[in-house]
């Protein structure tokens, strides 16, 4: 069984920073580009950064205050949160495209998601 796990959520001020991290654990065989998506209140998923290859990619609204990292031998993820806006306030889900066997497809699996709450 594969589990994706998320930590370092909670509540900030306006202006401040969190480090979310997320690790991929169990039966995986390869594994592709773990991602960070977000769901604000009464809005849909949405993601808002990944690699394509090495590059970083990143959502307009986070681009220049989030940076995201990874350690590919121990299949984890960081995403560093910097001048943190109310608007940030959401669950963060890490994500990623896993092979459990060799011959198999690649199945999406997500963590169960961090609370991120930006406020006064």
């Known amino acids: 069984q594969v589990r994706l796990v998320e930590s370092g959520g909670g509540l900030v001020q306006p202006g401040g920073s969190l480090r979310l991290s997320c690790t991929a654990s169990?039966?995986?065989?390869?594994?592709?580009?773990m991602g960070w998506f977000r769901q604000r209140p009464g809005m849909q998923r949405e993601l808002i950064a990944t690699f394509t290859g090495d590059v970083p990619n990143y959502a307009d609204s986070v681009k220049g205050r989030f940076t995201i990292s990874r350690e590919n031998t121990n299949h984890t993820t960081w995403l560093q949160m910097n001048s943190l806006k109310p608007e940030d306030t959401a669950v963060y889900y890490c994500?990623?495209?896993?092979?459990?066997?060799?011959?198999?497809?690649?199945?999406?699996?997500w963590g169960p998601g961090t609370q991120v709450t930006v406020s006064s």
């Open positions: 169990g039966r995986i065989v390869m594994i592709g580009p």
């Open positions: 994500n990623a495209a896993i092979r459990t066997w060799s011959g198999g497809n690649w199945n999406d699996y």
